[in-house]
């Protein structure tokens, strides 16, 4: 992704207008220009001067809004993914989580502790005090339905709730990205939380899934915030969170603070300034909660973790972040295909006969459609592909993989800004018009992804 005008490029405004139009006076010469009601942060409502403010390239295709798509098969299919997701979900609630990381924190945080009473799996021993390398904001957010209901939380529940509070967001990036026609916009929320590994995320009944949730919802608003130029301290506070949640991801505040930036108005510094004082008491948080309990900052725990399978072990001996994990991450993350269900050495194999990896499964089979990202183009284009890069550097440097999982669920923490992406390029090569069947074959491979998964963790 990069800034030039490769294509039909487009500029940090509305993609198009309504109707799949260059929007009105914001074409070529008219009054779409920065600080005009179709820059961003303007009003950019339809039908006002420059409301898209679009401007495309001279004699290339103009972007596709999705007009075209009709509305009922959308809606069709939200509902049939809804009752398969639902289904999932009730699966999910059986069994109970083995290791309730998160409700088992909570209930030492109302206790007034940092450290659990016992060993649990995958836990940090410091000192003879037993820890959780994990963020705490899920614990936190647990703590009142711990304190009535118990450790026991089903977080596959608190997952629904979570993703709930998240479709809003997606609606209005795609509304902001240009795709004005609700039939399109539901196609590209159903692409994004059932077409790729969110959904089998979803359905887990297990702390290391719920937290990516978190972070995705965090940073879906997050994003949301800035591309409408709008409350930057509130975006700030989000990115804290998401950093809360997974440290790593305190990274995003460079990409949202870059689309802020985009504005070029005297108040982008402003926002940015606004932005970092937002994301402090966060980041500070995870400073001083590391500090307690290691002794540094910058100690998470996931150093001297205990680890149960030598694999993973061996791997961290050759650092926890190495560029000797680049090429196993990647090829996890991009292109790892299904196995064979009996092993490569069995005499025959069975129907269908290959099942997936639980190392993971690449992006080339799960979810295709978010290639359309090496597609978009423009100053906001390369913000946000910017961002989906720097989210992914350190889970790509990483020695865990994501073991054991379906597709690659560290990406869950970049999804926000690689869907985007993803809508930008589907939008400028006018490919709007495909997402049903990108859809079709996305959520039915998503969703024998999450049964798989449900039924290797029962």
């Known amino acids: 992704m990069t800034d030039q005008p490769t294509g039909p490029w487009l500029p940090p405004g509305r993609l198009v207008g309504p109707r799949g139009r260059p929007g009105g006076s914001g074409a070529p010469g008219g009054s779409g220009a920065p600080g005009s009601s179709g820059a961003p942060g303007g009003s950019g409502a339809p039908g006002s001067s420059g409301a898209s403010g679009a401007r495309g390239v001279a004699g290339g295709p103009e972007p596709d809004a999705g007009d075209n798509l009709p509305l009922w098969s959308a809606l069709a299919a939200l509902t049939l993914v809804g009752v398969m997701t639902l289904a999932l979900l009730v699966r999910g609630l059986r069994p109970a989580d083995q290791t309730p990381h998160f409700g088992l924190l909570a209930q030492a945080f109302l206790h007034g502790r940092l450290s659990l009473r016992a060993p649990v799996y995958d836990d940090v021993v410091y000192h003879g005090h037993v820890y959780l390398p994990f963020g705490p904001f899920p614990a936190i ?88 130029s709008r409350w930057p301290a509130l975006a700030g506070c989000l990115v804290g969170l998401a950093a809360l949640t997974r440290a790593q991801d305190g990274l995003a505040l460079i990409p949202i603070m870059w689309v802020y930036l ?29 500090l307690a309990r290691f002794g540094s900052p910058f100690r998470t725990g996931y150093d001297i973790q205990a680890l149960s399978f030598a694999p993973l072990a061996k791997a961290r001996a050759v650092g926890l972040f190495s560029l000797a994990h680049l090429p196993k991450n990647l090829y996890y993350f991009l292109v790892a ?64 993989i994501g073991w054991i999982q379906f597709g690659y669920r560290y990406a869950i923490d970049a999804y926000p800004f690689l869907i985007a992406a993803a809508a930008m390029g589907l939008v400028q090569r006018r490919r709007l018009r495909w997402m049903p069947w990108l859809t079709a074959y996305s959520v039915i491979v998503n969703v024998w992804g999450a049964r798989w998964l449900l039924r290797l963790l029962s």
């Open 262 to 290: 985009q504005s070029g108005t005297e108040r982008s510094w402003r926002a940015a300034g606004e932005l970092l004082l937002g994301a402090a008491p966060g980041l500070l948080a995870v400073a001083l909660y590391d």
């Open 337 to 400: 295909g299904p196995v064979p269900t009996r092993g490569e050495n069995a005499p025959t194999f069975g129907v269908p006969g290959v099942s997936p990896s639980s190392w993971g499964m690449g992006l080339i089979w799960i979810s295709p459609w978010m290639f359309a990202a090496l597609f978009a183009r423009g100053p906001r284009a390369a913000a946000i592909g910017v961002g989906a890069v720097i989210l992914l550097v350190p889970s790509l440097l990483y020695y865990g």
């Open 141 to 228: 957010l647990l703590m009142p339905a711990v304190a009535l209901f118990g450790v026991g939380i089903r977080l596959n529940v608190v997952n629904a709730l979570v993703a709930g509070v998240t479709i809003p967001a997606l609606w209005g990036v795609w509304k902001e990205l240009g795709v004005d026609s609700p039939a399109a916009r539901i196609w590209l929320t159903l692409l994004s939380m059932a077409g790729t590994c969110y959904l089998s995320a979803l359905v887990i009944n297990s702390s290391y899934f719920t937290a990516h949730i978190v972070v995705f919802a965090c940073l879906s608003w997050a994003l949301l915030l800035a591309l409408r």
